[in-house]
């Protein structure tokens, strides 16, 4: 029997998304804390796995495979390989059906205890306003009640990333424009976007478009349009994110995975939010000793003037 197969074996459960993800990371590191003798499993899914392996808090990284409803050899291959790892304690970080469902392919026989909110786990997140507060503080509350009374805040600190192959030099801003697709409304016009870029450039720095693949025609766009801005959409590992951020002046974004990354990062980050998201549940937030995150909110983000945000931004900029 191997030293890892001897030791109390635990589970996080955090699937996704990015901003979600990024925001766990100091439960990651409280449970880690917490079971500092303990064999730490995450299960998470295939866009965050590479990600998860990097950081200092779990010894395996499970992938999940996400089975559709029909799939029946795939519900059952996970629920062997859950019951066969031996969890003394889980830790549903995602509280979603799918992971609630979890708790139930565990049965019939004795689960393990469990972290969440599934009706029956042996340690039940009590708070009647769960769904009302931040995700820090709810996820705060969740441990407290499993009997983790600190948590710290989001921490990026163990990220290492070389960015030196996009020959940033001098004065840069980060601009993160994208979203998910299916849901616009959550997006500043790009034509805003361009435009304060512009502004940027004028001002003596250089704009840099971050941004998944979905996002390459949108950096394209603002390069072609301001001479000085760089795209680098499509381009950036979530490690180099953080790395670009740290040497950044300032990001501005939408309410997007990318901007979690950037603002927990450190960097002096302006986030755009429409009536689509609510900022006093899911804002980034930057960590001690860095600029709070300021957030800017109008019902539709067609209404929010370009010369606000510069303003926002601008104050970041010095000399």
């Known amino acids: 029997m191997s030293a890892a197969d001897q030791r109390t ?5 955090r699937l996704g998304a990015l901003g979600d993800f990024v925001l766990s990371t ?8 917490h079971h500092a003798d303990a064999y730490v499993t995450l ?13 200092p808090f779990f010894d395996e990284v499970w992938v999940d495979r996400r089975p559709a409803l029909w799939q029946i050899g795939g519900w059952l291959g996970l629920r062997k390989r859950l019951r066969g790892a031996g969890f003394a304690r889980v830790y549903d970080l995602q ?9 139930r392919l ?23 306003a769960r769904d009302h507060i931040h995700t820090i503080e709810r996820q705060q509350g969740q441990l407290a009640d499993a009997g983790i009374a600190s948590v710290p805040p989001p921490d990026l600190s163990w990220v290492a990333a070389d960015t030196g192959r996009f020959a940033l030099d001098g004065r840069y801003a980060l601009l993160v424009p994208g979203g998910a697709p299916h849901r616009p409304a959550k997006r500043w016009p790009v034509a805003n976007y361009l435009a ?7 001002r003596g720095t250089t704009p840099v478009v971050i941004g998944g693949p979905g996002e390459t025609g949108i950096g394209a766009d603002i390069a072609r349009a301001c001479e000085r801005a760089r795209d680098l959409t499509g381009q950036t590992s979530f490690t180099e994110i953080i790395a ?8 501005v974004g939408n309410d997007t ?23 006093a549940l899911t804002a980034p937030r930057a960590p001690a000793g860095a600029p709070e995150v300021t957030v800017l909110r109008r019902n539709s983000l067609a209404a929010l003037e370009v010369d606000v945000v510069e303003r926002s931004a601008v104050k970041f900029l010095s000399g």
Do not use: K, M, N
């Open 9 to 13: 074996r635990v589970l996080v459960i």
């Open 26 to 33: 100091g439960p990651f590191a409280a449970i880690r804390r």
């Open 43 to 55: 299960l998470t899914t295939a866009p965050f796995a590479d990600f998860a392996r990097a950081c």
């Open 95 to 103: 509280t979603s059906d799918r992971s609630g469902f979890y708790y």
């Open 106 to 128: 565990l049965g019939p026989d004795p689960r393990p205890e469990w972290s969440g909110i599934v009706r029956g786990c042996s340690h039940p997140h009590r708070d009647p």
């Open 196 to 202: 304060l870029a512009q502004r940027l450039a004028a």
């Open 244 to 251: 670009l951020a740290r040497d950044a002046s300032l990001a």
């Open 257 to 279: 995975g990318p901007i979690h990354l950037i603002a927990s990062a450190g960097c002096p980050s302006v986030v755009l939010f429409s009536d689509a998201s609510d900022p």
